[in-house]
Structures are given as C-alpha cells and as structure tokens.
C-alpha cells in the first residue's frame, strides 16, 4: 500500500480522535450540569446519550477501517486492498482488542435489525427505550435496555451489547496518537 494511501486511511482515524474527544467533552459536561438524584433519571438523559453514541460511532468508523472483514462488497481486486490496508493499519496503531470488537459495531449500527430479531424471538420481552442511571438507581429487574447509561461505571449497553466508555474513550485516543505519530514521521515522504 503506498505512503500517500496509509496515510489518507489514518488521517480518518485521526479525525475520529477529534469527534471522540468532542463526544467525551459533551458527555463530561452533562455530568456536570446535572446533580443525578439516586433514583431517577437525569432531566438531560438525551445529552448524555447523543455523547456516548458519538463516542461509540467515532470508534466504530475506526473499526471498520482497520477490520479486513468489513468490506464485504466490491471485486476481488477491491477486496483485496481492503484487507492489505486493514492489515497495514492494524500494524501502525495496533488497536485495542476493544476497537475491534463487534459489540461497539453493534450498539450503533443495525439497530432496527437487531430490534427486530428481540422482538420475534422473545414476545412480550419488557424493553426499556432509554435510562441515565447510577449504582442505586432505577433498574428494571430483568428488562433488556434499548439504550442505557450508567454513569457509576459509564457503561453504555444497546439490546444488551455493552461498552465500557472510558475503555472505549482511551483506546480510540491511542489509536489517533499513533496514527497522528506515523503521519508525522512520514510527512515529509507525503508532499
């Protein structure tokens, strides 16, 4: 893969740093605005949930650029590039096991499909649309969370699929450093 190419992919990454830090900014100003009672909802929940989706969005773009089996469509030749440069990405930021991992994929992406399968497969299953909580607060006993927040452990969980954030939050930051790093190194090769 050329120099020029790698580093078109990684600036992408770079740029998924950036919304992620705007989305933990977001997410950290809303914990601040709000006092959260221990048994209710925050006033604000639907700013506290737009952040932790643009966390979970910003990571999932990056996984999609470096998961070879993310290109399912497109010819051989096109397929083949696609896992080359997942595989070279892979080996300048070596990406947390979490980045790759499918639940952070799945808690924004297919969500009408992934409803769909809860609701055949399990009727009369109790859903909960959305809920800010902490440790101590409101929990539903054995109800599945469409979207729900905790903010004790900032724990995101989408139809059961959960994040740790700040897990997420930290290992998308490494990837942006190491990709911010090798465009560095390679700048003057890019020109």
């Known amino acids: 893969m050329r120099e020029r190419d790698t580093a078109r992919y990684l600036g992408e990454i770079v740029h998924q ?10 997410l950290n100003a ?13 006033p604000h929940y639907a700013s506290y949930l737009a952040a932790a989706q643009a966390l979970l969005t910003a990571a ?17 030749e096109v397929k083949r590039f696609g896992k080359e440069r997942a595989a ?11 980045l790759l991992s499918r639940d952070v994929r799945n808690s924004v992406e297919h969500f ?28 539903f006993e054995g109800a599945t969370w469409l979207r729900h927040l905790n903010l004790t452990t900032l724990e995101y969980s989408a139809l059961d699929d959960a994040v740790p954030l700040q897990d997420l939050f930290d290992a998308v930051m490494q990837a942006s450093e ?14």
């Open 17 to 26: 740093g950036h919304f992620a830090m705007i989305a933990a900014e977001a």
């Open 112 to 139: 009408g499909e992934r409803l769909d399968k809860v609701l055949c497969e399990e009727p009369g299953i109790s859903l909960v649309d959305a809920n800010v909580s902490v440790e101590g607060g409101i929990f």
């Open 88 to 98: 070279t990405l892979r080996a300048i930021i070596d990406p947390s096991p979490l």
């Open 178 to 191: 190491r990709a911010t790093a090798w465009i560095t190194a390679h700048s003057a090769s890019l020109v």
């Open 60 to 76: 999932a773009q990056i996984s999609k650029i470096v998961d070879p089996d993310a290109l399912r469509r497109g010819s051989a």
């Open 30 to 42: 809303a914990i601040k605005r709000d006092v959260v009672p221990a048994q209710s909802s925050p």
